[in-house]
């Protein structure tokens, strides 16, 4: 028996698992502190009402002999499918049904997509990004390139024209920046992919956030990006399936063999998503449910703007929170990101998401979500406050 020696190359642990370390052990130290977590992306809102009905009904059918389901398509079942198809409708792309796939999240998909693709491909990850696009290709042996994301463009790196990539990752509205594609940009991104024949895995996760038209929900609002792009989204953010599981990837036909090849792997390697599951992912689809679960992103909507609005007074940097529910700052006092993290923990029982974490260019910088409770979130300002103002 060989072990597979490409995890030696990888850091430690998975970031959100060092977090978590500390946080305990912090706690143990330290039981009377009460410790407000603006970490992991992790919503609090419950399921909405819509929803819950939807699986409560879906548990009745599962215990009726009539109505009882098994194994279900391994790629989701149609009823889903046709509400996801709805809703790129309302973004004007047009979907059939064998582009859909439904998944257990975003996260699984973008490390098992990797399945479809040699090992010699050149993979180049924008930096600071969620860890796992790179970490994935690092576990299969695969070099990864990393393109700058920093203030000089303003975390938003386009294609460097000198370097044929194959397989490109692109997260809009990014995680950690929350520093987000326009029309322009992202036209760039699929121009360069069609020039050179590569691929662009990308991640919609937080598409929910996006306000106004001007920025793309999908990568498919852009011309020809049907002949280059695949799509992870999740509902985790969307519609609070964190601890649920669902989300869906699109594989374009145009995209010919690969999306055979997904097909093939996921019936080869996937049971599906369980139909109770489905058919409350489904009531996200519906006008009721879309209603419902905006008032949930604009409660998080609301404790960004009060992040921000904290920052601002206390003359610290920070971009994102617009289209995204993630803050990205500047660590006061030319702080290292995980000096800052034990300085928030120790000082203020604040945990905050380290910038080093995503990445070499995350050094300096720091992440805060805007998925905690609003009394929370106003605790942990006016414990910010208090340390910066
Ligand atoms: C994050 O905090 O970056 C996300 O919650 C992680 C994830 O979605 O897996």
């Known amino acids: 028996m060989k072990l597979n020696d490409n995890y030696d190359n990888l850091e430690q642990s998975y970031l959100f698992s060092t977090v978590n370390k500390k946080v305990k052990e912090y706690a143990e130290k330290n039981p009377d502190k009460k410790i407000i977590r603006l970490g992991i992306g992790d919503v609090t809102r419950p399921l909405c009402k819509t929803v819950i009905e939807a699986m409560h009904k879906a548990v009745d059918e599962m215990g009726a002999q009539e109505t009882f389901r098994g194994y279900g398509p391994e790629q989701g079942y149609d009823f889903l499918r046709t509400a996801i198809q709805g809703y790129y409708k309302k973004h004007n792309v047009d979907l059939c049904l064998d582009e859909i796939f439904i998944s257990d999240g975003a996260k699984s998909d973008l490390g098992n997509i990797l399945d479809l693709f040699d090992k010699d491909n050149k993979v180049i990850v924008p930096d600071p990004v969620y860890p796992v696009y790179a970490d994935t290709n690092i576990m299969a042996g695969r070099e990864v390139h990393f393109m700058n994301a920093n203030g000089e463009n303003e975390f938003l790196p386009l294609p460097d024209k000198s370097f044929k990539a194959d397989i490109i990752y692109l997260c809009s509205p990014n995680n950690p920046t929350g520093a987000t594609y326009n029309r322009k940009q992202l036209k760039e991104w699929v121009d360069y992919a069609n020039s050179i024949n590569a691929v662009i895995l ?128 500047k660590c006061p006092n ?48 006016d414990r910010i406050k208090k340390l910066f103002a």
């Open 202 to 329: 990308f991640d919609s996760a937080y598409e929910c956030f996006v306000e106004g038209v001007e920025i793309p929900h999908s990568i498919y609002e852009i011309e020809g990006a049907k002949n280059c792009a695949i799509e992870f989204c999740s509902l985790s953010k969307m519609a609070g399936f964190t601890g649920t599981r669902c989300g869906y990837t699109i594989v374009p036909i145009e995209l010919g063999k690969l999306n055979k090849m997904w097909l093939r792997r996921q019936t080869t390697k996937f049971n599906g998503v369980p139909y109770i599951v489905q058919r409350g992912a489904e009531a996200v689809f519906t006008e009721e449910g879309q209603k419902e679960i905006l008032e949930n992103i604009n409660y998080y909507k609301n404790n960004a703007q009060l992040i921000s609005d904290t920052l601002k007074s206390c003359n610290i940097w920070h971009i994102g929170g617009k289209h995204s529910p993630y803050i990205w700052l």
């Open 334 to 381: 030319n702080m290292k990101s995980w000096e800052f993290f034990d300085y928030l923990l120790e000082n203020a029982q604040i945990v905050g998401t380290p910038g080093a974490g995503f990445g070499k260019n995350g050094e300096g910088y720091f992440r805060l979500t805007s998925f905690g409770s609003y009394e929370n979130t106003l605790e942990a300002m």
